[in-house]
């Protein structure tokens, strides 16, 4: 999928609990920012909390309707975890809400963990070595992390999980991704919509995004998601028209998919 890239871009307070075996704060107190990675909001809490920075560290995500702790990667953005929190945990975050970020010192034996970490690539241009094992064995890592979305540039590649994943499609997601540039949040198919969406707006100039791929693949259920981006940013810009147009769309493009 190609195209030629907002949650609103306001910095939060994040309290990142500390689990390091040492006598500070139960807690650090940082401002996120939309697209600051879990490595950069780790370099903050290090040096906020007077930590050893030779050693490794790791952040772990806790949610209550999990009932589990969950290892975030380097990469990762805490501030788009954090908006799919429910509304009152999203401000202020206490252990007791069930929803919180743990600091922790990573064990002796991460060194795999941390190579795991370094493969996880948002775009598969800034693979070391670009050879079809190596593109295939970074997808592969990513699907096995549920991140179904990768970039290739400004190619969206999208591999079909055959379910619905609800944290990828919640409705905050589509005002997380306006306005901002194509690559500063994580993959996904609501910034190739907004990208496009925006460059249309400004340039006056008609706009094609191309979704290809074999039968099965997902096609339709991308089609539908970014008709669902586009008419909500349309709602925003234009009247009626221009969300008839769009949601007018789909069935014309359903019917040309499957008379090939």
């Excluded at 772990?60 to 954090?82: F, I, N, T, W, Y």
Aim: aromatic share 8%; with cysteine.
């Amino acid at each position: 999928m190609s195209t030629t890239t907002t949650l609103h871009a306001e910095a939060r307070v994040v309290q990142i609990y500390n689990r390091v075996p040492q006598d500070m704060a139960a807690y650090c107190p940082l401002q996120v920012s939309a697209g600051d990675t879990v490595r950069s909001v780790i370099n903050n809490a290090v040096i906020t909390l007077g930590l050893d920075s030779s050693k490794k560290y790791s952040l772990l995500e806790v949610r209550k309707s999990r009932g589990e702790e969950r290892l975030l990667q380097a990469s990762d953005c805490p501030l788009e975890l954090v908006l799919l929190w429910p509304p009152g945990a999203q401000r202020w975050h206490p252990q007791s809400q069930g929803y919180h970020f743990i600091l922790q010192e990573q064990a002796n034996d991460g060194g795999n963990q941390e190579a795991s970490n370094t493969e996880d690539y948002d775009d598969l241009c800034n693979l070391k070595t670009v050879t079809e094992e190596s593109i295939l064995q970074a997808l592969r890592q990513r699907f096995y992390k549920l991140k179904i979305y990768t970039y290739a540039s400004n190619i969206l590649i999208a591999i079909n999980p055959n379910k619905f994943l609800p944290v990828y499609y919640n409705p905050k997601y589509v005002k997380m991704y306006e306005n901002q540039p194509l690559g500063k949040l994580s993959p996904h198919i609501f910034a190739t919509a907004d990208v496009t969406f925006r460059t249309m707006l400004n340039r006056q100039v008609n706009q094609c995004i191309v979704i290809s791929g074999e039968s099965g693949s997902g096609k339709t259920e991308s089609c539908s998601y970014l008709i669902h981006c586009l008419t909500a940013l349309s709602q925003k810009t234009y009247s009626s028209g221009l969300e008839r147009i769009i949601l007018g769309a789909g069935p014309v493009l359903a019917v040309s998919d499957h008379g090939r």
